[in-house]
């Protein structure tokens, strides 16, 4: 349900981000009394799901695929691709006509009293409790490497690359070793001479392995951090590469070795200490994102990493402030479908207590009663 963002000015909760961790944390919010906002600076639903490749897939079926209340309609390949994911956080919104506001880009937080004011362009909403869940699509990471402003060929970043088709006939230089370098490899690797650069020699999990058994792996991760224990990360994380159709096609093609890092661009190139020179015409960097979180500046709880100090998902420092859906830091599996719900559950619950009690100062909450 699109909202004027006029008639709820001042809701109990707003939450900055329309993608699935601000979803998934609504739909408890709709459980509950408390009125809420969602601010969204996409045009329509989807979040970044709108921004990925065009072949990009998923590592798991369907049902292991899904956020809370609803899950994810059958698609008609084996595992879900994105163009499925839109189309199902779109009827998602719809089954449950969140409140919404679009398109409108957050530009400001900032605390007044026991409340965060939050600006957009020209208008102004204040609330309770603030849910940041923008994700980190918009800080896309690039190393720094030495010459790289004199090369004259194409760069662009995996989170703008779109298909492979403006790189037909071209030899095209993938860097990162992860799966969104391998997907995209592959993809390429079906129009292009490609070179595939990763930091060390790329990890692939056995064929047999898939978003199911991560997200286990995950749970387990997330139990032992709620008893406070350590538990040793098993092989199969998120930073290793599942093998999905594409991937295991590129792999018979013989088109997954990769090599480690150049030393430097020239202008049509890249070179090695060794002296040797590979021409190319188009980089890909597949290196990750940093979160994106520009908007809470003026709230002061940004440390020197980009990141925000947290208790689960709760902020330390101002702690009418949760965050939603960045990485590891904010919950195992916290930024997939399947794993955000847990932590938009407890995020609702602990929003809850807040708002029926009075609000403590900013600072004043000691981490051990944030749990």
Not at 200 to 214: S, T
Request: proline share 6%.
């Amino acid at each position: 349900m699109e909202a004027d963002g006029s008639s709820s000015s001042s809701p109990d909760v707003i939450l900055i981000g329309g993608g699935q961790s601000a979803l998934a944390t609504a739909y408890f919010l709709r459980r509950t009394n408390r009125s809420f906002l969602i601010l969204d600076d996409q045009e329509r639903a989807g979040g970044a799901w709108l921004h990925g490749w065009s072949s990009l897939r998923l590592f798991s079926p369907a049902a292991w695929s899904s956020i809370a209340g609803w899950q994810m309609p059958t698609p008609q390949t084996d595992t879900p691709t994105r163009d499925d994911v839109i189309d199902y956080l779109s009827r998602y919104e719809q089954r449950y006509q969140f409140p919404i506001v679009r398109p409108v880009h957050v530009r400001s937080v900032t605390r007044i009293g026991d409340q965060l004011e939050v600006r957009a362009e020209d208008r102004t909403w204040r609330c309770r409790a603030l849910v940041s869940a923008t994700g980190t699509w918009r800080q896309p990471v690039v190393p720094e490497y030495a010459g790289r402003e004199l090369y004259q060929g194409l760069q662009i970043h995996s989170a703008r690359y779109v298909n492979a088709e403006p790189f037909a006939g071209k030899r095209v230089m993938v860097v990162g070793g992860g799966n969104s370098g391998a997907q995209i490899l592959a993809e390429l690797s079906l129009v292009a001479e490609t070179i595939w650069i990763t930091q060390q020699e790329p990890a692939f999990l056995p064929d047999d392995v898939d978003g199911r058994v991560l997200f286990e792996r995950a749970t387990e991760r997330w139990r032992a951090q709620q008893e406070g224990r350590s538990v040793e990360d098993p092989t199969g994380g998120f930073g290793e590469i599942v093998m999905v159709e594409p991937v295991k096609d590129a792999r018979a093609r013989g088109v997954l070795a990769a090599q480690r890092p150049f030393a430097r661009f020239t202008a049509s190139g890249v070179e090695w200490d060794d002296g040797h020179y590979e021409q190319i015409d188009a980089v890909v960097w597949c290196t990750g994102f940093k979160p994106a979180l520009a908007h809470l500046d003026g709230l002061g709880v940004i440390e020197p990493d980009g990141r925000v100090e947290v208790d689960g998902t709760r902020s330390v420092k101002q702690p009418n402030l949760w965050l939603m859906g960045y990485g590891d830091w904010t919950g195992p599996a916290s930024a997939t479908l399947i794993g955000v719900t847990r932590y938009a559950r407890a995020t609702v619950e602990q929003i809850d207590q807040m708002l029926a009690e009075p609000l403590p100062a900013a600072g004043a909450l000691e981490p051990s009663q944030m749990r």
